[in-house]
Nanobody, 117 residues
Framework: QVQLVESGGGSVQVGGSLRLSCTAS??????MGWFRQAPEKMRERVAT?????SSGHAGSVKGRFTISRDKDNLYLQMNNLKPEDTAMYYC???????????????WGQGTQVTVSS
């Protein structure tokens, strides 16, 4: 099974930027996405991308975060970070090519993002 490894997390101040990367150990033709989960909160889908580059972003990050994909590698450029962006960020691969359907079957271990004021 393909494994996903995230990197790029860290601690930044409000308004700062970070770029997360997700490296896959093999070929992923299906939709990939970024999720995040803060303590005591439900997991939230942040952004998704098809292999062809069609993407979508959650309303809470639209205009600040940008997902991109290079075949099997996934990235998340995060600008103008806010304290509410603090969470563990996970990369995932879905079971379908279309990001609007299917389930998420493969997950990375996560990378922590902390935004302080």
């Amino acid at each position: 099974q393909v494994q996903l490894v995230e990197s790029g997390g860290g601690s930044v101040q409000v308004g700062g930027s970070l770029r997360l990367s997700c490296t896959a150990s093999g070929t992923i033709n299906e939709c990939m996405g970024w999720f995040r989960q803060a303590p005591e909160k439900m997991r939230e889908r942040v952004a998704t991308s098809t292999r062809g580059g069609s993407s979508g972003h959650a309303g809470s990050v639209k205009g600040r975060f940008t997902i991109s994909r290079d075949k099997d590698n996934l990235y998340l450029q995060m600008n103008n970070l806010k304290p509410e962006d603090t969470a563990m960020y996970y990369c995932a691969a879905a079971t379908r090519y279309d990001c609007s359907t299917g389930s998420w079957s493969t997950w990375g271990q996560g990378t922590q993002v902390t935004v302080s004021s």
